[in-house]
């Protein structure tokens, strides 16, 4: 029976346009003018010496890194440096106003029903802890953290490692054939059905579940097909 539920953010619970067009954009052209004027706070000096340390670098200038980072958002890194960083950024665009999350309408009516029931939701993204926060407090349908028990991010482990969904379940504390991951990528689902999870595949286009490449995962188009039963 399923009593927890693991879901990714970018092209399950919400548009990937929406990350795409919207929030990288706004942190790739913020962020030089952040670095500047942000370079001696402590939590920004960690990120900014992780970031160095993933690329190799022994010493770097402020515009060798900002223009490091740039690179990584044009190329989607997974870096967990990278998304502290853009994390931050995120917040101020959040706090004017500037953009609201997109959260598909069939998922927030899921994620509410099963709140609603008992059923323990949890989120585990590429995006920090803190951008999946300001994600879902400041979404199109409003503020929906309180539907979560937790967010996870790469702190965790790679999406694509089964290890990382063995971490998450030894602090969530619930067998892994209790809990149901939602994503949009294979890789993904593979890795957690390695570590024992059920897995179904949101397909948004719903011809990918025509496709032979979803690795025999569930597929459906819409969180309203999802049974727990």
């Not at 179904?200 to 727990?228: D, Q, V, Y």
């Amino acid at each position: 029976m399923i009593t927890t539920i693991l879901t990714d953010i970018e092209g399950t619970t919400s548009s990937i346009s929406f990350v795409k067009d919207v929030l990288f954009p706004y942190a790739r052209e913020r962020l030089p003018a952040f670095i500047v004027t942000h370079a001696d706070t402590p939590e920004v000096q960690h990120w900014l010496h992780d970031a160095a340390k993933e690329a190799g670098l022994i010493s770097a200038t402020q515009q060798e890194m900002i223009a490091l980072l740039q690179r990584w958002i044009d190329e989607d890194r997974k870096s967990t440096a990278l998304k502290a960083l853009q994390g931050m950024i995120w917040q101020a665009g959040y706090a004017a106003g500037d953009y609201r999350a997109h959260v598909y309408p069939d998922a927030v009516r899921a994620l509410r029903e099963w709140h609603a029931q008992g059923i323990k939701l949890y989120v585990y993204s590429s995006g920090s802890i803190q951008a999946q926060e300001l994600f879902f407090g400041n979404s199109e349908a409003g503020d929906l953290r309180h539907v979560f028990s937790g967010f996870f991010d790469t702190t965790s482990g790679p999406k694509r490692d089964a290890e990382s969904y063995r971490n998450i379940l030894r602090v969530i504390d619930v067998p892994a054939d209790q809990v149901l991951f939602l994503s949009d990528i294979v890789e993904e689902l593979d890795a957690a059905r390695t570590a024992g999870f059920a897995t179904i595949l949101l397909a948004r286009p719903p011809m990918i579940c025509s496709a032979p490449e979803i690795g025999g995962h569930r597929c459906i188009e819409s969180f309203e097909k999802i049974s727990l039963t």
